[in-house]
């Protein structure tokens, strides 16, 4: 089966840097995104990582060890609005292309 | 760019209806869309997978009758809930795929559907 694992829930306070981890047992594996999701939104892609190594991508990086099934998103420099829920989704080609999402983290940035 | 619209944003129906929720990529071609299901503060939990002119792929203890996809065009996919409980209550979300395969196998998704059955 596949399965994927995220803390629940991270405090920080504005400025701060957090990093989210995401460990991950899948076949077919062959990537690693995030998304963010604010309360009744969409979930909005983040980032994507199919190589070890880590992505870049302005105050978000996300990293991916492929084998420690291992990656994690870097939020630096918090601001009150990267307050949102943030989910790990792996990419997956088994009988179909597909993603499968983790249990998510709740992020809560305090002033 | 890469935007998806999904239709109705929310709606409230009687046990026993059917209700039809559209997903539409508005400036590109979507070989691929997806239809998510997501109980508050959980995760997202992929239903099916539709790719266009075909039959959508079903998920495991998804049923294909209850949920009806069609993907008549790389620019649109329905969800049919057929005959409707309260226990289909739950917030539905669609994505899609872009055709561009510098697209880096982004999903793009819509701003969800609340379905509330009484």
């Known amino acids: 089966g596949q399965s994927l694992e995220q803390p629940s829930e991270v405090t920080a306070v504005e400025g701060a840097i957090v990093q989210i981890n995401c460990t991950y047992q899948?076949?077919?594996?062959?990537?690693l995104s995030w998304y963010q999701q604010h309360d009744g939104g969409a979930p909005t892609f983040l980032s994507y990582n199919a190589l070890d190594g880590l992505e870049e991508t302005g105050r978000f990086s996300s990293f991916l060890s492929r084998s420690d099934s291992y990656g994690y998103l870097l939020l630096q420099e918090l601001q009150m609005k990267d307050s949102a829920s943030y989910f790990c989704?792996?990419?997956?080609?088994?009988?179909?292309?597909?993603?499968?999402f983790g249990t998510g983290t709740r992020l809560q940035v305090f002033p | 760019g890469a935007v998806v619209s999904q239709h109705p944003s929310w709606v409230i129906c009687k046990s026993g209806t059917s209700v039809k929720i559209e997903c539409r990529s508005l400036d590109f071609q979507a070989t691929t869309m997806f239809w998510y299901r997501q109980f508050p503060k959980q995760s997202l939990m992929l239903m099916a997978t539709?790719?266009?002119?075909?039959?959508?792929?079903?998920e495991q203890g998804v049923e294909k009758d209850k949920f009806l996809i069609n993907h008549a065009s790389l620019t649109l996919s329905t969800l049919t809930v057929t005959s409707a409980h309260p226990e289909d209550s739950s917030f539905y979300i669609c994505?899609?795929?872009?055709?561009?395969?510098?697209?880096?196998?982004?999903?793009?998704f819509g701003a969800g559907t609340r379905l509330s059955v009484l």
């Open positions: 994505s899609a795929r872009a055709k561009d395969p510098l697209a880096k196998n982004i999903q793009y």
């Open positions: 539709s790719n266009e002119g075909s039959k959508a792929t079903y």
């Open positions: 989704a792996v990419h997956i080609l088994y009988n179909t292309d597909k993603l499968i």
């Open positions: 899948t076949s077919g594996f062959y990537g």
